[in-house]
């Protein structure tokens, strides 16, 4: 996994896979978003099979799917309210974690206006 810290709330990551929860939550994360739409790449584990893994190690979950090209303010107000309503730290994951990162950053300069 390759995870990038964005601040002590939130860090991003390439796909994950459902083998890799219980380092996610070693690492001390305590939710997860999922930015990636399911079926987007051929060896993509489904959203349900991230989830079904991530209970199974006491990690909380939210799909959020993302088409980079269609993201909009109320997508990253439905990220911030996911933020603010789950267990943090949070890892979101997208295919590469940028999506994540530009969604984050997209909530963030809406709430300073």
């Not at 796909?15 to 939550?25: G, L, R, S, Y």
């Not at 978003?33 to 349900?48: K, L, T, Y």
């Not at 893994?53 to 269609?70: C, D, F, H, N, R």
């Amino acid at each position: 996994m390759d995870i990038k810290t964005i601040n002590a709330d939130l860090s991003v990551s390439p796909q994950i896979m459902p083998a890799d929860m219980q380092a996610i939550k070693d690492a001390g994360f305590r939710s997860i978003i999922c930015n990636r739409p399911d079926a987007e790449g051929v060896v993509q584990p489904s959203f349900a099979q991230i989830r079904n893994a991530a209970l199974k190690v006491g990690l909380e979950t939210v799909y959020q799917p993302i088409v980079p090209s269609e993201m909009s303010a109320d997508d990253a107000a439905t990220f911030h309210k996911s933020l603010t309503n789950l267990p943090g730290p949070v890892l979101a994951y997208c295919r590469t974690g940028n999506r994540s990162a530009a969604l984050w950053n997209l909530a963030t300069n809406a709430q300073k206006d």
